[in-house]
């Protein structure tokens, strides 16, 4: 698929000690290097000097990894397009998304960012998402993986309808 064409990002990500108060993650990823799917040998992630940009699924909220993983990124001078799913975070978190904090405090530090909603469920979201991200901020250096579907039930109380959605989306 298109997301097969592009180098993934390493993303190591460090913890403070102790833990941050309030249980907010206050990650700094250590930027890797990639593998080019052209070539067996190890490149460098980005060339100095070129504009970066990656794709991050799975950030919509203000907290927890995948709003970590864009900050750190965007403290790094990375262009971001932040996916996300405002159904998930209803179901799950019984409020909608608040992305739109996230996008506004990553411009105000001067990162490019390009908010895209989908359903990763769908087949045919992951390449609509890589094309509107490449629509909006250019050529993309990365993708960041951070999306999960999380089932709060036992196995003996999961619904094939629940089983099936978290079996597609992660």
């Excluded at 913890?15 to 490149?43: D, H, M, N």
């Excluded at 699924?57 to 932040?82: E, F, K, N, P, Y």
């Excluded at 908010?115 to 629509?135: I, N, Q, S």
Aim: hydrophobic residues 35%.
């Amino acid at each position: 698929g298109c997301a097969d064409q592009l180098p993934k990002l390493t993303v190591g990500l460090r913890f403070p000690s102790p833990a941050p108060a309030q249980g907010r993650l206050t990650a700094r990823p250590k930027l890797g290097r990639v593998v080019s799917p052209l070539r067996s040998r190890e490149v460098p992630a980005v060339r100095a000097g070129m504009p970066k940009s990656a794709l991050v699924t799975g950030v919509g909220r203000t907290r927890g990894i995948g709003a970590a993983i864009a900050r750190g990124l965007a403290q790094d001078g990375w262009s971001l397009g932040l996916s996300y799913h405002d159904g998930y975070d209803r179901r799950v978190h019984s409020e909608p998304s608040d992305v739109e904090l996230l996008a506004v405090e990553l411009r105000e530090r001067g990162s490019r960012v390009a908010l895209l909603p989908g359903d990763l469920e769908d087949v045919r979201v992951p390449p609509v998402l890589v094309d509107r991200c490449r629509a909006k901020l250019g050529t993309l250096n990365g993708l960041v993986m951070s999306h999960c579907e999380s089932v709060d039930s036992s196995l003996l109380s999961t619904t094939v309808e629940s089983f099936d959605r978290h079996y597609a989306v992660n």
